[in-house]
């Protein structure tokens, strides 16, 4: 420290510092750590030689006060100082250490309370990566890449939780114990890399040893198992399964037969003023309803050619939609919106003007399902009763409207990638 910086600390002592002064003590204090431990250093020494003057001369007790007033109280006056700054700064001695550094992100989408940019400093907590790949480094040297989607939670330096998802983790020989939970067991590492991967739907947790050593233990039962290079086991169900050298090379299942009709070329859209060539497009179908500017409402009109199908034979029918972005404010959104589909009966044809579509008052509401305004991707759709009984029925049209309004003027509008869209499937009905 300078004698300019322990001159601004005795001033405030002394009570004599002027407006300025004492802002530059404040950043003094936010900055410095041991300005702060020499302003409370300084106060303990104060009150205890007035404690120690006041047991030896009792007589000059009141010229004392007059002259040192503030050492009676300079310790707790001091702690208060800094308790106060500290706050006021957003730093205070007790806040959570941070344990963890995100060193780089690839084409990651996260929802997370944490910083996710790289060269974040992470706290204690859950990181959800929703897309991508995303590296980060423990302060023990353990660095883990996370691909998406997954979700982990960062409790020390020493421990992280899998709560699911794919994770490759690299431990150097000063982190040796580092422990990785999940939902079924955990992993203790002795020297190594290995990849662990969560299945939070089917309840299993894979663990995988790239090079070196792991114990994996199944708290429940008790059991450990050692791995060692390229072995690989299974926690499903509570069922410890060790694998087999080449286990690990999984085989493709044989997908259940599906049948998928995509929407025609006759799917469209309409809007309120009918201006169809400003406002519509043959590569998306766009919704939007408002009752700011009732004018721009849009909706979106599906057909399926289901000749060559007998959906009787099918147990379930699902219509998916691919989200694509589209123009407008999210903000202006609610924070969810909602969107029903209904079932039509009577045709269209080409440039369809508002008022000669279907109603939605003729028609049969199917089921809803709802997007986040801050999504702007998504595969969205309905699989119910009342679709499959629709489409058993021999009928292919139906409509989606958005039920929910924008809050404010210029919302955005949602889009669903249509038959001539460059990069996305338009709808389909999956029947299996």
């Given at each position: 420290m300078t004698e300019e910086e322990k001159e601004l600390i005795l001033g405030y002592l002394d009570d004599r510092l002027s407006a300025s002064q004492f802002g530059s003590l404040q950043t003094l204090l936010r900055e410095n750590k041991d300005a702060r431990s020499f302003l409370l250093d300084l106060g303990t020494i104060d009150t205890k030689l007035d404690d120690f003057s006041l047991s030896v001369d009792q007589e000059n007790k009141a010229s004392r006060l007059i002259s040192f007033s503030w050492r009676e109280y300079a310790w707790s006056a001091s702690a208060c100082l800094l308790i106060l700054f500290l706050c006021s700064s957003g730093y205070f001695l007790f806040s959570e250490p941070k344990i963890a550094t995100i060193q780089s992100c690839e084409d990651a989408a996260w929802e997370s309370d944490l910083p996710t940019t790289p060269g974040s400093e992470l706290i204690p907590g859950t990181l959800k990566l929703r897309t991508g790949?995303?590296?980060?480094?423990?302060?023990?040297?353990?660095?883990?890449?996370?691909?998406?989607?997954?979700?982990?939670?960062?409790?020390?330096?020493?421990?992280?939780?899998?709560?699911?998802?794919?994770?490759?983790?690299?431990?150097p020989e000063q982190a040796i114990g580092f422990v990785l939970e999940t939902p079924d067991g955990y992993a203790i590492d002795y020297g190594t890399s290995f990849a662990v991967v969560v299945d939070p739907i089917k309840n299993v947790s894979s663990f995988e040893v790239i090079d070196g050593e792991i114990g994996v233990h199944h708290p429940e039962s008790g059991s450990e198992v050692r791995l060692v290079d390229n072995q690989t086991i299974s926690i499903e169900k509570g069922i410890v399964s060790p694998m087999k050298e080449g286990e690990g090379e999984?085989?493709?299942?044989?997908?259940?037969?599906?049948?998928?009709?995509?929407?025609?070329?006759?799917?469209?859209?309409?809007?309120?003023?009918?201006?169809?060539?400003?406002?519509?497009?043959?590569?998306?179908?766009?919704?939007?309803?408002?009752?700011?500017?009732?004018?721009?409402?849009?909706?979106?009109?599906?057909?399926?050619?289901?000749?060559?199908?007998?959906?009787?034979?099918?147990?379930?029918?699902?219509?998916?939609?691919?989200?694509?972005?589209?123009?407008?404010?999210?903000?202006?959104?609610?924070?969810?919106?909602?969107?029903?589909?209904?079932?039509?009966?009577?045709?269209?044809?080409?440039?369809?003007?508002?008022?000669?579509?279907?109603?939605?008052?003729?028609a049969e509401q199917l089921g809803t399902f709802s997007i986040p305004r801050s999504k702007q991707f998504g595969n969205y759709g309905i699989e119910t009763d009342a679709l499959k009984k629709f489409v058993q029925s021999g009928h292919g049209k139906l409509l989606i409207v958005r039920e929910t309004f924008e809050t404010r003027p210029s919302g955005m509008i949602h889009a669903f990638a249509n038959h001539n869209h460059p990069y996305y499937a338009p709808p389909v009905l999956e029947f299996y």
């Open positions: 790949l995303a590296s980060i480094e423990l302060r023990s040297g353990v660095n883990f890449v996370l691909e998406g989607p997954a979700e982990v939670e960062l409790i020390s330096v020493m421990k992280t939780r899998l709560v699911a998802g794919m994770v490759m983790v690299e431990v999984k085989k493709i299942p044989a997908s259940a037969e599906i049948k998928r009709v995509f929407a025609g070329r006759n799917s469209t859209s309409i809007i309120r003023n009918d201006q169809r060539d400003l406002y519509l497009s043959n590569d998306v179908l766009l919704v939007k309803s408002t009752d700011i500017l009732p004018s721009f409402d849009r909706r979106a009109l599906l057909e399926f050619d289901i000749s060559d199908v007998d959906p009787t034979q099918y147990k379930k029918i699902r219509l998916s939609l691919n989200l694509v972005p589209a123009n407008g404010l999210r903000s202006h959104l609610p924070e969810e919106n909602i969107f029903a589909v209904y079932g039509i009966k009577e045709s269209w044809g080409e440039g369809l003007l508002w008022a000669k579509a279907p109603p939605i008052e003729q």
